[in-house]
């Protein structure tokens, strides 16, 4: 079992960045990539960007891309997911989640973390 905690989330104004963190713990050796997800009220659960653990690779979503950058800290078991930008429909609970090797879907998740953008 891998379990996730995201933090970081909070009230900002449309343009302004902030930077969500992702925590792993428990049996971290078999996590193969991390992502983040992202669930607006109303709205379907939906794929922000991911990094593929040992090889920092990253893809990202299209409404993420070039505002958006995940990254990784090589000394533990953090994600993060900077956010520059932001725009009023960024707001939305944020979810981190993490895959093993050879799973096709991801297989545990976060409690989220909120973002609003407003005004």
């Known amino acids: 079992q891998v379990q996730l905690r995201e933090s970081g989330g909070g009230l900002v104004q449309p343009g302004d960045s902030l930077r969500l963190s992702c925590t792993a713990s428990?049996?971290?050796?078999?996590?193969?990539?991390m992502a983040w997800f992202r669930q607006a009220p109303g709205k379907e659960r939906e794929f922000v960007a991911a990094?593929?653990?040992?090889?920092?690779?990253?893809r990202y979503a299209d409404s993420a891309k070039g505002r958006f950058t995940i990254s990784r800290d090589k000394l533990g078991n953090t994600v993060f997911l900077q956010m520059n930008s932001l725009k009023d429909d960024d707001t939305a609970v944020y979810f981190c989640?993490?895959?093993?090797?050879?799973?096709?879907?991801?297989?545990?998740w976060g409690q989220g973390t909120q973002v609003t953008v407003s005004s």
């Open positions: 989640a993490s895959k093993l090797r050879n799973s096709e879907s991801w297989n545990f």
């Open positions: 428990g049996s971290t050796a078999y996590n193969y990539a």
């Open positions: 990094i593929v653990w040992n090889q920092s690779t990253t």
